[in-house]
Nanobody, 120 residues
């Protein structure tokens, strides 16, 4: 079994910073791309940032220059450093990873989510 566990959410004032972490554990052969999504109530889940196993990154335009995704492959952990947070970015943030559990099988796994609240 594979688990993703997020941490680091909380309450921050507008303009503040938070660092989210997501640790993968279980029967992991290797981890391919790791992603952060966010979802507001009643809205679709939105991809925020992604990072490949080689360290290539992608971001949605609205967070470029403020958010940084990184990973520690030895610890099977992905991070999302969020700076200059805006009130409209107060969402539940979810970690997603494409994990190979054997040489021949990979699947997408999700964390349980961590709540980010941004006060204005």
């Amino acid at each position: 079994q594979v688990q993703l566990v997020e941490s680091g959410g909380g309450l921050v004032q507008a303009g503040g910073s938070l660092r989210l972490s997501c640790a993968a554990s279980g029967s992991i052969y290797s981890i391919n791309v790791m992603r952060w999504y966010r979802q507001a109530p009643g809205k679709q889940r939105e991809l925020v940032a992604a990072i490949t196993s080689g360290g290539s990154t992608n971001y949605i335009d609205s967070v470029k220059g403020r958010f940084t995704i990184s990973r520690d492959n030895a610890q099977n952990t992905v991070y999302l450093q969020m700076n200059n947070l805006k009130p409209e970015e107060a969402d539940d943030y979810y970690c997603n990873a494409n994990i190979r559990v054997s040489a021949n099988y990979a699947n997408d796994y999700w964390g349980q989510g961590t709540q980010v609240t941004v006060s204005s």
